[in-house]
């Protein structure tokens, strides 16, 4: 038994959902005129555009096509299309400059796409002259500019279907003809994706026109409801209010409204005894902040014999605060003298609460429940205008927790949370009566303390901030220690402004972590200066990376037993234009603040290989890199890349790191440092015995060398706990297979006492200082000649 084909057929189904999604949209006839305008015009705004790029077309075909043989041809080409320019700018004078006309008849969509239609072959009929003439590159970047001119138009035109389709097909059209009929078969497969190019932007116009009608109709629906709206609310406000209310011209209610006796709770004749403004203020909430003053507000207004609206005064109905709006009219008697008012009265304390939560919730930290960062800019503001009635009338404390990160990335954001609702209940316990507490943001909160007796007040403040932070705090079975670091500033004669006096707690909480943890400072104008000067330098070395004035020097380093150069660590220098030479430690720290170091550690890593490549086989080249570039994931990619640009093999690159590298997350440090080994690069572990000096750290990382620390190399001829430091490492070194070098020899004494020890290479004055690239090759030549 045949079944018959259903609409369920997958082919019916396909055909259905591609016709729908082509399917343009059928116009309400009440609407066309109205719709056909807003389509037309939205053509019409952008013609200045397009006849901007018309003439510009036209000029730059008379450019390239004039001589060119055919100069009458492009004369009228040229003509035309500066007329059809014209009369664009015509059409966009009429409709947009200068609107006169306000309605579109279909011959003008007609006309237009008819000009819009000539204009396509036109531009057609130039470009395929034009690539009669060019070049093969030359070609591909003409048919580029014209596959986004057409594009471009088609998107512009895509309001009116017919004109986008016009512009589309009459132009493409005339390319495909063009290329067919002058060239054969030569660019046949160009003419093919140009007919593809060309179906593609006319399923794209219809498309975009069909949801610009649809918007269209939306916006009218829209237009239509607010209509509506606007009526029924108007007729509410004029017939259906809370409850209406009259009185004489010496204020007494002429009659009363239901609703105002059942908002009131009163009786009728006491309401009659009195004046309606008494009435008001026998029910005042006078424990509502400014109440008077807004009841005196409501009274000016009656006296004034000026129509008012919505002046909020909160009464108290039977213990519970209400808020009442007031509006009204003066009455007038024949004479058109006052007699009195006729207003309506609301009750709107639902809306107050409401909004009064609102400001609530946006002043409040949702985590902790104490004042966000809009509250503390508010309180602040509030505050400083009276900032100068006393030297130092406001302090303001920013706190920072010190081992916040640590915590949250050790025991998760759930304990991150925890500690700052735990933080903020301490602080808030902690916070004298006149003191404003707010979160900042992240782990940093603030405290405002109004008008301080002196600065030991503050500081005794401080300390116990510090006491009850400080106490351990239990999560969970883990026992938390918390520390934090205050920062302190005072309005003074010099700090007169609200952003003087954060910029300043800014620079003292920053001084007390460069303190080191659970510290606090006050506000130095020293500070103010070296955050200038830092600034200073910050910008100075933005400008100095970008003009190449950061030079590289290398010392040499030599093989303790044999005296024999092995090669050169590679030390930056900063040769400034005006300072001279500026050696690292001014600016190293500087630029790993800032992120500097990214670009300069890049620029130092290359410059090093590039010279290192110059230098005998045997001879490396020892470059320091930074945590801020380890932490990068893809800087491995980039020492890679630097091997293969400037052809030095992997096992003449030595890479020092220092300890600070390995203090925080290991795991980033750790695939750096393998991927280094690898592919054949050195590792050396810079400064060893000035840090933690983990073992673990020679255990599980693939080490090459131990760099010991010049601290303990100036004094190893002169101080026995140095020398068994320096003898201790040694071993420790040899008893791992590492080699081991010492930096800042600069006595022969220390040289040999460090051969005796054991040490395998070193470096320093003794043998010789660093030295420019320009003075390597010399300096090579006579360690040979020794």
Known sequence: MSSQPT?????????????????????????????????????????????????FAAFCGLYFAWNQGNNGLIVIWTSILALIASSELIVWWLYIARPSVHYVSKFMVYLLAFSIGLAGIFYAIITIHLFSLFSDHERIFLFAIVSAFLSSGGWIFASIPLVGLVWTISMSAGLIFGLIYLFGDTYFLLAVLAAFYCVFLCSAILIFSRQYLKALMSETEIENQHQTVSLL???????????????????????LSQKLIEAAQSDEEKLLAFPYISIIGNLLEKGEEDSLNQLQILSEALASNCNFSDIVVPVNINGVTRWWSFSAKKLMDKTHQFNGWRGVASDITNSVLREREMIKQANTD???????????????????????????????????????????????????????????????????????LARLGGDEFAMIVPHPALYAEIAILSSQLQHAISQPWHYGENLIEIHASIG?????????????????????????????????????????????HKGQILGEMRQSIFNNEFVLHYQPQ???????????????????????????LDFIPIAEESGLILPLGSWVLEQACLEAAKWPANTYV???????????????????????????????????????????????AFSFLMGLKEIGVKIALDDFGTGFSSLSYLQNL????????QSFINLSDTDDKACAIIRTITQLAEALQLNTIAEGIERNGQYKLLSELGVNSGQGYWYARPMPAEEITAFIEGKKAL
Not at 244 to 255: D, F, I, M
Not at 562 to 584: Q, Y
């Open 7 to 55: 609409n369920d057929h997958p082919t019916k189904r396909l055909s259905q959902a591609f016709s729908a999604f082509f399917q343009q949209v059928t116009i309400p006839s009440e609407h066309a005129d109205s719709y056909r305008y807003h389509q037309f015009c939205t053509i019409v705004r952008l013609l200045p555009l397009v006849s901007l790029a018309t003439f």
């Open 233 to 255: 609310l108007h007729d509410f406000e004029e017939k259906a209010t809370d409850w209406l209310w009259e009185t004489n011209k010496k204020g007494h209610l002429r009659h």
């Open 366 to 436: 949702t985590l902790t429940g104490i004042g966000n960062r809009l509250f503390f800019n508010d309180q602040l503001a509030a505050l400083f205008p009276k900032a100068d009635d006393l030297d130092a009338s406001c302090a303001l404390l920013l706190l920072d927790l010190d081992n916040f990160k640590l915590i949250n990335d050790s025991f998760g954001h759930a304990a991150g949370d925890e500690l700052l609702i735990e933080a903020s209940k301490r602080l808030r316990d902690n916070t004298p009566d006149n003191a404003i």
């Open 488 to 532: 302190i500033a005072f309005t003074s004669q010099a700090i007169t402004r609200i952003d003087s006096l954060l910029r300043a707690s800014d620079l003292a909480l920053y001084a007390a972590k460069e303190a080191g943890r659970d510290a606090v400072r006050f506000f130095d104008p020293a500070m103010e200066e070296a955050a200038n």
């Open 558 to 584: 030599l093989d303790l037993s044999t005296e024999k150069l092995i090669g050169f660590e590679a030390l930056v220098r900063w040769k400034h234009p005006k300072r001279g030479m500026i050696p690292p």
């Open 622 to 668: 020892a470059v320091n890199v930074s945590a801020i570039q380890i932490e990068r994931s893809d800087f491995l990619s980039e020492v890679k890349a630097v091997l293969q640009r400037t052809q030095l093999p992997p096992e003449r690159l030595e890479i020092e790191i220092t300890e600070s590298v390995l203090m925080t997350d290991q795991t980033p």
């Open 702 to 709: 693939p080490l090459d060398k131990i760099k010991i620390d």
